[in-house]
């Protein structure tokens, strides 16, 4: 009799916790719907912080083109010609005085002098934009060795960290040994109440590696010469409540970060791609790949050797004013 009470009330209870927590998280995923609406730059191209974002991704796309492998002259005229449209109405707007809108001026220039020879659309535009930017010299994409690229293996952190870039040049394989020892150190990140969320599953087959990249679209020019990729999910099982809406993105976001540290100290050419996609794509890629459905795609990492020399992005950072703000009165 009283196991048969106790039974009643367990179960009594945990139908009480299944509710809150469905409770917590249609109000939760309300809420961030508000959030998203009122804050999304997408919605918001007047304000300043979205417009410098929509350049940002504008020069992005050009130093992605200047630095790609077998990369071809005339590419991104249409992103040339968008770039200065974005340059010319944010300077109308908020002014000159911006690091990284004269880095696009800086990436546009870097772009003209990539096409020194040519006179065809849209360079007449593109110079007479140029000169009326006549203090920002050309952007400098970096062109490394490999050597170069992983030298700072084992220096002190600020080094390292420095040394990072994605890379978008693969020439070769990379053991699984190699991947195995990376996963093991990325496991030393951190997690919330070190439930450890993050699962990778490492895709080595070259036809669902061409599948998920045509799903994911961010790597046209360089996704079909990678050797593995790496999906990093986050198991929703280890979600408690309904506030933790958001935490397989960010403990799955901290182990993604610990795992391209571990990449790259291992040598292992990456890089990170979004998966921003659509409900249909993803539920897709869910099923090619075999990922149970109760794990969240949290992101995607092309993997491989890189070349004896390749070219990386810029890529340049926002300054610490633009990043950090003291609250209170401080000391
Ligand atoms: C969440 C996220 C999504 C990204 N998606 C892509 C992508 O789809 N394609 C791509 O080529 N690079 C992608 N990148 C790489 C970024 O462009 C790159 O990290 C950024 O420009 C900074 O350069 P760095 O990592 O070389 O310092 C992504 C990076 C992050 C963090």
Same mark, same amino acid.
């Given at each position: 009799?009283?196991?048969?009470?106790?039974?009643?009330?367990?179960?009594?209870?945990?139908?009480?916790?299944?509710?809150?927590?469905?409770?917590?998280?249609? &109000?939760?995923?309300?809420?961030?719907?508000?959030?998203?609406?009122?804050?999304?730059?997408?919605?918001?191209?007047?304000?300043?912080?979205?417009?410098?974002?929509?350049?940002?991704?504008?020069?992005?796309?050009?130093?992605?083109?200047?630095?790609?492998?077998?990369?071809?002259?005339?590419?991104?005229?249409?992103?040339?010609?968008?770039?200065?449209?974005?340059?010319?109405?944010?300077?109308?707007?908020?002014?000159?005085?911006?690091?990284?809108?004269?880095?696009?001026?800086?990436?546009?220039?870097?772009?003209?002098?990539?096409?020194?020879?040519?006179?065809?659309?849209?360079?007449?535009?593109?110079?007479?934009?140029?000169?009326?930017?006549?203090?920002?010299?050309?952007?400098?994409?970096?062109?490394?060795?490999?050597?170069?690229?992983?030298?700072?293996?084992?220096?002190?952190?600020?080094?390292?960290?420095?040394?990072?870039?994605?890379?978008?040049?693969?020439?070769?394989?990379?053991?699984?040994?190699?991947?195995?020892?990376?996963?093991?150190?990325?496991?030393?990140?951190?997690?919330?109440?070190?439930?450890?969320?993050?699962?990778?599953?490492?895709?080595?087959?070259?036809?669902?590696?061409?599948?998920?990249?045509?799903?994911?679209?961010?790597? &046209?020019?360089?996704?079909?010469?990678?050797?593995?990729?790496?999906?990093?999910?986050?198991?929703?099982?280890?979600?408690?409540?309904?506030?933790?809406?958001?935490?397989?993105?960010?403990?799955?976001?901290?182990?993604?970060?610990?795992?391209?540290?571990?990449?790259?100290?291992?040598?292992?050419?990456?890089?990170?791609?979004?998966?921003?996609?659509?409900?249909?794509?993803?539920?897709?890629?869910?099923?090619?790949?075999?990922?149970?459905?109760?794990?969240?795609?949290?992101?995607?990492?092309?993997?491989?050797?890189?070349?004896?020399?390749?070219?990386?992005?810029?890529?340049?950072?926002?300054?610490?004013?633009?990043?950090?703000?003291?609250?209170?009165?401080?000391?």
């Amino acid at each position: 009799m009283i196991k048969q009470l106790k039974n009643i009330k367990r179960l009594f209870l945990s139908a009480v916790t299944r509710a809150r927590v469905r409770h917590e998280a249609s &109000r939760a995923f309300r809420y961030d719907r508000a959030q998203f609406m009122a804050g999304a730059g997408a919605l918001h191209l007047d304000r300043r912080a979205a417009a410098r974002a929509e350049i940002v991704m504008g020069y992005h796309v050009l130093e992605k083109g200047l630095t790609m492998p077998r990369r071809r002259l005339g590419f991104g005229k249409g992103a040339v010609v968008h770039l200065i449209n974005l340059v010319n109405a944010f300077e109308r707007r908020f002014g000159r005085d911006d690091a990284q809108v004269r880095h696009a001026v800086g990436v546009l220039r870097a772009y003209r002098e990539l096409h020194r020879d040519g006179h065809d659309e849209p360079l007449p535009r593109l110079d007479a934009f140029l000169s009326a930017h006549p203090d920002v010299p050309a952007a400098v994409e970096p062109h490394v060795t490999r050597e170069a690229f992983f030298a700072a293996k084992d220096a002190p952190f600020p080094r390292f960290a420095a040394s990072r870039h994605v890379c978008r040049h693969f020439a070769g394989p990379v053991p699984r040994q190699v991947i195995e020892s990376a996963v093991a150190l990325a496991v030393t990140a951190p997690s919330a109440c070190n439930r450890q969320h993050a699962r990778v599953h490492a895709v080595d087959d070259p036809a669902l590696r061409d599948r998920l990249f045509a799903a994911q679209g961010g790597t &046209r020019g360089f996704g079909a010469d990678a050797d593995k990729v790496l999906v990093v999910t986050a198991d929703l099982s280890a979600v408690r409540w309904g506030w933790e809406r958001h935490d397989c993105y960010v403990n799955g976001g901290l182990f993604v970060m610990n795992l391209c540290y571990a990449l790259h100290y291992f040598g292992v050419a990456h890089c990170i791609l979004h998966w921003s996609v659509s409900p249909e794509v993803d539920r897709a890629a869910h099923e090619f790949l075999g990922i149970p459905p109760g794990e969240a795609i949290v992101q995607v990492i092309a993997c491989g050797l890189p070349p004896a020399e390749f070219d990386i992005a810029a890529s340049p950072r926002l300054v610490v004013s633009d990043v950090l703000t003291w609250q209170g009165g401080g000391r």
